[in-house]
């Protein structure tokens, strides 16, 4: 029987056009060999990368790599990115690393950003903005749809989030870093409780990687606080459950983004309109998941339907994920670690927004780790200043976010005070 091997696999579908019996099916990214195969042997040699082995193989062994970094960040998300690109920079040695053989793909985010939360990090270049918007309108949806907000002459993009996360790893290796894909971090190397590497699995097998400073941006899913022993389990009442489509063949104000909010349309959280050029936006919705009575999706499709303008378009693509809506972590710290992003729960609890908080976080954690190295300490002390500029600074704006949010309760979400503070939020937009 013939077996696959995950990590190396590419979903490319070569295999599957040779079968002669239709025994390997392609599902997305998983590939299944059914009952039909009969060892003929002819996808094993159709298979780019390998990925397929007979019973019988045996793998020459690989010889485990043990090299030192001063940093490795494990996630090229904007936040993981920002930082090596940033650390690079620094003159620190820097190992970039992805799971995915596509950095950026696929999409996780309704890919809104503000002008001035964007330029400081990266100058705005049209081959990865969708849409420039300058409006935002907050509608609220009880009986009928009613407009309780707009606001004008605030600049802010939508990006191709797919082409952006991969220019800023791009500048990350032209500084200097060094980028792997399709290489997921499994584990810490951990010496008495110290942070002193990582283990990842790539095409060719498990790596031991030694560094003085790991960095955690491995986003919602982040394994690496938990794996140094930080709680960053969130609870339902913090988990925004998100579903979105690309829709195509609508008409919407192209330069507007639209946000609708009510009980019924999207339990505790809202549904949006973000314009992607003509005739295009990105239309989704998030629901707080210990509220909600269906699944984001189901949530997403009744809206759809209930807004005509909208539901004469087609989905061209679909969007899954959740965001990570509470309050700031106790700690995004331990002997050798540093957590930046959505693994830190980074995220606007108001709006869910955590593009440019991760792309902070990562330059500040870039600061902090070249400082720490340079002074020939990264205990938990040492890079506890990661921690304090964060709270001396954005992080005490998202704490306050948070704190207004709780406010209000679900029901209250609705009402004037609470839709200010909300367009504040959002304003930039
Ligand atoms: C539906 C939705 C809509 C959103 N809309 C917006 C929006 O409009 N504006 C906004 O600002 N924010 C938005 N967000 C939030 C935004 O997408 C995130 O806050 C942002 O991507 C966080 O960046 P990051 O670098 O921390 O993590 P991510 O962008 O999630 O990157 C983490 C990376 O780590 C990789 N990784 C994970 N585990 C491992 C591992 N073990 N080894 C190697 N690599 C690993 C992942 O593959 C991923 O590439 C939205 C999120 C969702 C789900
Ligand atoms: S070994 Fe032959 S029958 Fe089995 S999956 Fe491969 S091509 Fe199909
Ligand atoms: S040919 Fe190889 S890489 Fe392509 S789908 Fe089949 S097993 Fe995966």
Redesign the pocket.
Known sequence: MITVKVARCGYCGACVSVCPVGAVELAETRLIINEACFDCGLCLAACPVGALQAEDYTEAEVIPLRRGYDVVV???????SVLAREAAKLGLSVLL????QE?GSPV??????AHEMLVPFIEPDPHWISAEVSKAQIAVIGDGTTVARQAEGTQGYILERRIF?RVLAEEAAQAGAQVMVK????GLLLEDGVVRGVV?RGPDGTMEIECAVVIG???????VGPWAGLDTVLPLRDAMS?A?YLLAGIEIDPACCYYYIGRQVAPGGYAWV?PKGEGKANV?L?VQADLAANSALNYLNRFIESQSHLARGSPVTL?V???PVGPVLPCLVASGLML????ARQ?DPLT???????MMAGRLAAEVAAQAIAAGDTSAEALAQYEQRWMAGRGHKMARNYRLKERFSPEQRSSPDFLRAFMVAVGGI
């Open positions: 494990v996630g090229a998300g904007p936040g993981g690393l992805e799971k995915r950095i996780r985010c309704a890919e809104g950003i996360d290489t997921a971090a499994t990842a941006a491995d986003g919602v899913e982040s394994q998100c979105q973000f989704g998030g969007v994920g959740g965001v930046v992003g959505d693994a995220v869910g927004g955590g593009i440019a908080n991760a």
